[in-house]
Structures are given as structure tokens and as C-alpha cells.
């Protein structure tokens, strides 16, 4: 065994109303650095929510959370110096081109102008996003969408990267760049969480998973603990309580005789 590597990210006690709603109910989360983290869960588990939390987006109703020992919600300034985030939605500017939303929040980060404008070229060109770089976000697809946004996340060299469901809408070439930067950031000691529904994705690119279900991690550790001899998919259908088998009579009516209702 080697040195246990301090936690980037620690969540205690993470709570989330929503009216009569309660959705995040005192989470706990340690992520060690470094590690490449897959949060997953069904629709409406609580995904987006504890990644807003975490990453000073939504105020938790409780609970703190801890980037590399800085408090997003006492001390955001230093927590969120060193995190880069993909929201939910990719509510961006849309009247700026990708390149001039890489500078913008280059700028905003404090960075020197020459040196945006030297990692924008190279991101853009990584990303397969050189000949878009003049057009304007408004006028991206959504594959664009979230390869500018994970530009933007990564611009200023961060060393935690949190991404809401970085693939989804993304075609399987665009996914494969994504991966690639994914993990050429990861191989640098970087931490990178990121959501996700695609238990085989998850599976192959990270070391750590954590598994939500009704608003609370139900298993969180290394891939190999958390799936132990079955497939992630196979054990997270078991964690999360999949249903079984409806009953031959549920639906009985899907592809009966249509009896003129046509
Ligand atoms: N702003 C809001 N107002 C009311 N309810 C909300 C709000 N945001 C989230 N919720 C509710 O909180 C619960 C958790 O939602 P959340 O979006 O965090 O889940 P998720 O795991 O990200 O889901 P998905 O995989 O479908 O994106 C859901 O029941 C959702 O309806």
C-alpha cells in the first residue's frame, strides 16, 4: 500500500431542500486527490445538486464541503481558485465566441492575456474546435457546447475539475477527445469528478466511483470495492434497487388487438 493521498474534495453532512422535496439528505463524501471519479446514479438521485453544492453554485441547506482543505461557502475565493467546473444546462454567454469566452474567463481568473490566448489556441485545437473558434456559442451544437465548456474548466490549470455529465449529447468522436483530455489532465495528478448515467464509460476511465440514490451515497470507494466481482452496471442495478420484472399483465395492452383505435 502506498501513502494514502490526501482528500481533494471532503462533503459532510450535505442537505438540499426543495420545497417539500428533500433532495440531497446528508451526504458524505472524501475524494482522494488525484483520483478519477465517476458520481453515479438514477434520474433525480441528486447528482446535479451535490455537484452545484460542492461547487459553490446552489447554498446547501446544511453541511460543509472542503476543496483541498479551503471551504466553498466560508472561504469561496480560495476554494474556487483551484476548481474548474462544467455546470448542468451549459448556461454560457452566448453572444461571445468560444474563443472569446476562453479569454473572458481567463481574464476573470487573473491570468495574463498572452498566456489565455496561447492555452485558448491550443485547447481549441485539442478539442477539434479551431475552425469554430470565431463563431459565436449561440450557434454551437451541443457537442461544441461541451467541449468549449470543458476548455473553459480547465483554462486555468486547475487541480480539481468537477463536470455534470461531461458525454452526454456528445458523438462518439467528440467523446473520444473529451476522454483523451480527460485523461492526459488525470495522468498530471489532477483530480477529475465528473456525473454520469453510462456505467461502461465509468468503468473504463476512473479509479473511484460514488453511487447516489434518493439523495444519498449508497457506495463510494475504488471501482474494484464498489463493483467488486460484477460489472458496475450489475452492481449498481443492485444498489439503487432496480425493479424487477412488471408482471405479465402491466402493459398488457401494448400491441394487443388494436380493435379500431388505430
Ligand atoms: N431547483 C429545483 N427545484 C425543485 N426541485 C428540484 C430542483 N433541482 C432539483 N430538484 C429535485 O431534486 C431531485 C434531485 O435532482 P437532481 O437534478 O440533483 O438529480 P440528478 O441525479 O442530477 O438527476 P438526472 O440524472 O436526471 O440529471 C429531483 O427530484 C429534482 O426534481
Not at 31 to 59: C, D, E, Q, Y
Not at 66 to 92: Q, S
Not at 100 to 122: F, H, I, P, S, T
Request: aromatic fraction near 6%; charge should be negative.
Amino acid at each position: 500500500m502506498g501513502t494514502p493521498q490526501p482528500a481533494a474534495v471532503e462533503i459532510h453532512d450535505l442537505w438540499k431542500r426543495f420545497g417539500p422535496q428533500i433532495a440531497v439528505a446528508g451526504v458524505g463524501l472524501t475524494l482522494p486527490a488525484g483520483a478519477f471519479v465517476g458520481l453515479v446514479g438514477p434520474n433525480g438521485a441528486g447528482k446535479t445538486t451535490i455537484l452545484s453544492m460542492t461547487t459553490g453554485l446552489l447554498r446547501p441547506d446544511h453541511g460543509t464541503v472542503l476543496i483541498h482543505g479551503a471551504d466553498v461557502w466560508r472561504d469561496p475565493a480560495a476554494a474556487k481558485a483551484g476548481i474548474g467546473v462544467l455546470p448542468e444546462g451549459l448556461r454560457m454567454f452566448e453572444r461571445l465566441s468560444g474563443r472569446e469566452l476562453l479569454q473572458y474567463n481567463g481574464r476573470l481568473r487573473g491570468m495574463a492575456a498572452a498566456e489565455v490566448d496561447r492555452r485558448a489556441d491550443e485547447l481549441l485545437r485539442i478539442l477539434d474546435l479551431d475552425s469554430a473558434g470565431s463563431k459565436l456559442v449561440a450557434d454551437y451544437s451541443t457537442g461544441m457546447r461541451k467541449k468549449i465548456g470543458l476548455a473553459a474548466a480547465l483554462l486555468h490549470n486547475p487541480s480539481v475539475v468537477f463536470l455534470d455529465e461531461p458525454f452526454e449529447g456528445v458523438d462518439p468522436v467528440s467523446a473520444q477527445t473529451i476522454r483523451r483530455v480527460l485523461k492526459r489532465y488525470a495522468a498530471t495528478g489532477s483530480t477529475v469528478v465528473f456525473s454520469s448515467h453510462v456505467m461502461e464509460l465509468v468503468e473504463q476511465l476512473c479509479d473511484w466511483v460514488a453511487v447516489v440514490n434518493a439523495g444519498q451515497i449508497v457506495a463510494q470507494g475504488p471501482l474494484e470495492d464498489v463493483r467488486g466481482d460484477r460489472s458496475l452496471h450489475e452492481a449498481f442495478l443492485a444498489l439503487v434497487g432496480a425493479r424487477e420484472d412488471d408482471g405479465p399483465e402491466s402493459l398488457g395492452w401494448l400491441g394487443a388487438d388494436r380493435g379500431g383505435a388505430q
